[in-house]
């Protein structure tokens, strides 16, 4: 089974039906953590809608809690704290389901995935604004300058991916875009749950860095972009997962090489097909992306404003207080 992580796609699915065909046949309650955590954590999310995955990671978690298999219990927590944030589950209701995690696994001694957890709860923080800069993953629950020690001295790349990808995110989100880059870089290697939002993030960065680039090394960023737009593809056949965001990231490629009025179509699908699947920070973020796209071009556009001032309504009730008060010391104007 644990093939299926690091090999074809096609051959990991095959073998994670075929673990839970096994299971299911043995009824061996022992094997539920490690069965679970790698078929659905770690395979079934190319096909499978994200949301489906949820209830058997719960169970994988509970029954390793209940059987003793504390490392599976503690795999499935962690890949379940990824899979609650990019659900776009309110983020307080995040902050105490991972905050309850990270407590097991201190309990249970279970350091690797403490630490390659950990990171999920700063960004909901600093996502809410609580911590000092929402770009640096320093606050109530780790320390980024501690981190980056502990990958130095322990050459531990999964952590090293992970928290290169968190720092992806938060940078884009807060438009820094040139640290961003630094670290979509630095998480190419993802694997499992966490690849497809790695593609998504890093192609929208190299978008918004050939944005201010011309002639060549502008071709050169719209390039990258369309390699994550195609990697982003090949990850998951779940239309449910990744549609909102594959038509995002064609939007801003689109932008660049088409202009506005072939982009914003592509918005509007993007945006409507975040909303049917209640993923509000994507839906937030496509308009946040338009609006931007539409005041780059006319900074009293009316449309403009009011597509961030629908992304930060969403982006409130998401409970990312950090973004919202972002856009609004951009964009003055939203606030009065």
Sequence with gaps: MLFCAI????????YAHLGLKVLERYQIQEWTPRVFTVAYGMNLFITQPIGTL????????QVGLGTGDFEFAMAAANIHSNL??????????VEKIISRYLSLMTEYKQDQFFNLTTPVLQVVHNLAGCSNDPIVLTGKVMNQAAALRIISESKDQSLEIGVSFWRMYLAYMFHDYELALEMA??????????VLHQCLFDGLTTVAIGRTS?????RKYLKSAERSLKKAKKVTQS???????????????????????SALPLYERSIELAKNEGFVHEE??????????????????LFGFSCLQRAINLYNSWGAHAKVAHLEKLFPKLVS
Excluded: W, Y
């Design 7 to 14: 090999g074809r796609q096609s051959a990991c699915c095959r």
């Design 54 to 61: 949820s209830d058997p990671l719960l169970c994988a978690h």
């Design 84 to 93: 609650i944030f990019f659900l776009g589950e309110p983020l307080l209701k």
């Design 185 to 194: 870089i630095a998480s190419r290697p993802a694997r499992v749950i966490i």
């Design 214 to 218: 011309k002639g060549r090394e502008k």
């Design 239 to 261: 239309q449910h997962t990744a549609m909102n965001k594959l038509i995002l990231l064609e939007a801003e490629i689109t932008l660049q090489k088409s202009g506005i009025e």
């Design 284 to 301: 937030a973020l496509a308009n946040e992306r338009a609006g931007l796209a539409l005041l780059h071009l006319n900074g009293e556009d």
